[in-house]
């Protein structure tokens, strides 16, 4: 359903939009006490309304849940997964020592297998969220090695990996009672519904109001279970991408000057984005077209 | 497009009202002229609207003689006996937020996308729909 001339607010859909919208400009200024758990039901809502023939795990899929004809496309690719090399890079890469010995294992709970679907979290002690990409790095940098660059190869096999052995756990995605954490997820939820560049897009524009449409001739991902499906292959690319690399390329998209990967600003809108999906399981890495 | 045609129906007309009455004064030569003017600005207009570093409607709009289009707008049909005024096809063009703050649709005029002639063009061309 799209917003049809003259009925501005009159479609249910206009509704739901505007009170998504509202949201995000009412707490703004701290006017209505922020309730991402109450967020996170009426965005759940908003789209399994919207979309009621799509299983509630299928919104992981992206483009292909919302198309039966690309649905297929993708069961057949799934045959061939073209993320397997990076994931094997992963593996490798996840279980090589670095100079001093130690490696990925040592720096995360749980050896790091099984994790994906806490990130990002809230770190109390640095402040910040902090996204699985950036775990890696700070990783890497305690131990002394280079820290990979954020948009694709090693950090894309890495977080493959990482994903895939989290497959089919749920994202737990948690707000501790800190100031702070709710100001970050206030703020990611900010971004999300902002337009900008001279499109004059936001985020919601495209995955919230059109999602299932298509643009040219791709097909919008809905914004519920967004990331995932994080890192993904897309043919398009010719290779894998990172939630960096995604979220950059959607905002030069719009004509928009995108922030440097990992910006404090992105990393608010994962917490966001990942939040409001909490309860759909981790199905990276993706392949999409 | 012929002077008499759109003596009787569509905004042209009325915009040109006055010129036509010139223009039938003058007889059919440079009556012609006019409807070949029209012609080639509503062309230019569909360049622009079809260019992916202009207009870009197709991205979401179907429009007669374009590829590879989407689908987050209407499809452009019978614009012309939609709106048959037109200013409210400039308006939606140049910032349809005005009349639907929801909307998508990228405000071409005000940010400054395409300039006051080009949406004039792209109108033309809209009034061919």
Redesign the interface.
């Known amino acids: 359903m799209?917003?049809v001339?003259g009925s501005?607010?009159g479609s249910t859909f206009?509704i739901v939009?505007?009170a998504l919208?509202m949201g995000a400009a009412h707490s703004a200024p701290a006017s209505d006490t922020p309730n991402p758990a109450a967020d996170a039901k009426a965005f759940q809502k908003f789209f399994t309304d919207k979309f009621p023939k799509v299983k509630f795990e299928d919104f992981v899929n992206g483009p292909y849940s919302m198309d039966e004809g690309l649905y297929q496309q993708w069961k057949e690719k799934e045959e061939f997964p073209p993320y397997e090399f990076a994931l094997d890079m992963g593996k490798e890469l996840f279980a090589k020592p670095f100079k001093n010995g130690k490696t990925f294992a040592d720096c995360f709970p749980n050896k790091g297998i099984g994790i994906r679907q806490n990130y990002p979290t809230f770190d109390e002690k640095q402040g910040k969220v902090v996204t699985l990409e950036l775990a890696v790095n700070q990783c890497l940098e305690s131990n002394g090695e280079k820290p990979y660059s954020y948009t694709k190869d090693e950090m894309a096999a890495v977080t493959a990996y990482m994903a895939f052995t989290s497959r089919g756990k749920p994202f737990d995605i948690k707000i501790p009672n800190d100031p702070r954490a709710l100001a970050a997820y206030e703020n990611g939820k900010r971004y999300f519904y902002t337009r900008r560049g001279?499109?004059?897009?936001s985020c919601a524009?495209?995955h919230v109001?059109?999602p299932g449409?298509?643009?040219?001739?791709e097909v919008?991902a809905p914004a519920l279970g967004i990331l995932n499906a994080m890192p993904i292959y897309r043919s398009e690319w010719g290779g894998m991408g990172t939630t960096s690399r995604r979220f950059t390329s959607c905002n030069s998209q719009v004509r928009g000057v995108p922030l440097k990967p990992q910006d404090d600003e992105y990393r608010d809108l994962e917490y966001y984005l990942s939040y409001v999906s909490n309860g759909l399981p981790i199905s990276g890495p993706g392949a999409r077209p | 497009m012929t002077i008499a045609r759109s003596h009787t129906d569509g905004p042209m007309a009325r915009r040109t009202a006055a010129g036509i009455f010139a223009a039938l004064a003058l007889l059919g030569s440079l009556g012609l002229s006019t409807a070949a003017r029209a012609q080639s600005a509503a062309s230019e207009g569909e360049k622009i609207a079809f260019d992916r570093s202009k207009g870009n409607c197709l991205t979401c709009h179907e429009i007669k003689g374009g590829t590879l289009a989407g689908s987050i707008g209407p499809a452009l049909t019978d614009i012309k006996s939609k709106y048959p005024d037109r200013n409210e096809l400039i308006a939606i063009v140049t910032d349809e937020t005005k009349r639907n703050p929801q909307t998508v649709m990228p405000p071409f005029g005000r940010n400054h996308i395409l300039t006051d002639k080009e949406i004039s063009a792209v109108v033309d061309f809209l009034q061919t729909l």
């Open positions: 799209r917003l001339p501005v607010l206009g939009v505007a919208l001279q499109l004059n897009f524009s495209c109001q059109s449409e298509h643009i040219r001739a919008l």
